[in-house]
């Protein structure tokens, strides 16, 4: 019989977790004092924070969500609430929500004081501009992600006295030129506590880019679309990815290799941990002289699928052709040919 610990005794743990919301800490406290009385939501929390720490693609991460969602979790401090929905979660609580300006002003007040919450995405706000920002629960919102909506509607949600201090935004689909960026500037600088904006989606022409700029650096706002992009990471070597692939695959496609140095590369071997190697797109006349490389060498003993591209130009599907080719010592190799074709 699973055992739960009253919430009226986890108050002062929820107060902490909500006054640290980005922190692990309150988060493990809780879930130690659970645990230690075996509440297996404990177990949850410890999971769910561990899993910030892994990869999407790791296989272990998968594992370790399976374990999560078999354990008894919360949702919000309270019992879920019959206002309940379009949610996410993370670390154990409600972590985000999509709702409609409707559903935020009947509910919003309980909402921010039920869970630590990251982000609340507003959805379908077309002429609800006027009833979420009369939503004193805005000033509670560390970020307010306002997806695509007419612009009369985010001009009257960023005109609400609400979100002086709200340290995060997020606007979709912008047309940005000068005029809709000394507008959107204006509607800015009353929001003291801004600390940054996300201008996802949608062109930024160069006049834009200038007067946003400015905005940035008076106000103290980080805008990341304009922000120059970070110095590419220097090219992986070949080896490199062999001796660490990422989850058993290792890239060797970029540059694509010759027969020489793939030869060459392998003599640097063994390389145990290599289950799958990307060639990338290689010369036809290359194919089987790499493919044979790599299905007789010594250096791969764990290999079992070998991926390649080829990119032809009509019309616009993607299909993979597969075939099986067998080692020297029985053991079948998996090859994927990916046609990407492209208009």
């Known amino acids: 019989?699973?055992?739960?610990?009253?919430?009226?005794?986890?108050?002062?743990?929820?107060?902490?977790?909500?006054?640290?919301?980005?922190?692990?800490?309150?988060?493990?406290?809780?879930?130690?004092?659970?645990?230690?009385?075996?509440d297996a939501r404990g177990d949850n929390i410890r999971l769910e924070c561990a899993l910030e720490y892994f990869e999407l693609g790791d296989p272990a991460r998968a594992a370790l969500v399976a374990r999560?969602?078999?354990?008894?979790?919360f949702t919000y401090y309270i019992e879920t609430p019959p206002w309940n929905t379009g949610y996410s979660r993370r670390r154990g609580f409600i972590d985000e929500v999509e709702w409609r300006p409707a559903h935020f002003a009947a509910h919003g007040a309980e909402l921010v004081r039920a869970a630590p919450l990251s982000a609340v995405s507003i959805l379908d706000c077309h002429r609800q501009g006027a009833v979420l920002a009369a939503c004193p629960a805005l000033a509670e919102l560390p970020r307010l992600r306002l997806p695509t909506m007419p612009l009369d509607d985010v001009f009257l949600i960023l005109a609400s006295p609400h979100l002086t201090a709200l340290p995060s935004l997020e606007l979709s689909s912008l047309q940005l030129d000068a005029a809709l960026a000394t507008r959107l500037v204006l509607a800015l600088r009353p929001l003291h506590g801004l600390r940054h904006l996300d201008l996802?989606?949608?062109?930024?022409?160069?006049?834009?880019?200038?007067?946003?700029?400015?905005?940035?650096?008076?106000?103290?706002?980080?805008?990341?679309?304009?922000?120059?992009?970070?110095?590419?990471?220097?090219?992986?070597?070949?080896?490199?990815?062999?001796?660490?692939?990422?989850?058993?695959?290792a890239n060797l496609g970029d540059p694509a290799l010759s027969p020489a140095a793939l030869t060459d590369l392998l003599a640097g071997g063994p390389y145990p941990a290599v289950q799958s190697i990307d060639l990338g797109e290689v010369p036809d006349d290359s194919v089987a002289a790499l493919l044979a490389i790599?299905?007789?060498?010594?250096?791969?003993?764990?290999?079992?699928?070998?991926?390649?591209?080829?990119?032809?130009?009509?019309?616009?599907?993607?299909?993979?052709?597969?075939?099986?080719?067998?080692?020297?010592?029985?053991?079948?190799?998996?090859?994927?040919?990916?046609?990407?074709i492209w208009p």
């Open 1 to 38: 019989m699973v055992s739960l610990i009253d919430r009226a005794q986890l108050g002062d743990f929820f107060a902490a977790i909500h006054a640290e919301r980005a922190a692990d800490a309150p988060r493990l406290a809780l879930a130690d004092f659970l645990t230690a009385r075996g």
């Open 68 to 73: 999560a969602a078999a354990l008894p979790r």
């Open 200 to 249: 996802s989606w949608g062109p930024i022409d160069a006049a834009a880019r200038a007067i946003l700029g400015d905005f940035a650096r008076a106000a103290g706002v980080t805008i990341p679309r304009l922000l120059p992009p970070p110095p590419a990471p220097p090219p992986s070597s070949g080896r490199a990815a062999l001796a660490l692939p990422r989850f058993g695959r």
């Open 294 to 340: 790599l299905v007789e060498s010594p250096a791969l003993p764990a290999l079992r699928t070998i991926e390649r591209s080829r990119t032809w130009r009509c019309t616009g599907r993607e299909e993979v052709e597969r075939s099986i080719i067998t080692r020297p010592d029985g053991r079948p190799i998996d090859v994927l040919v990916w046609h990407s």
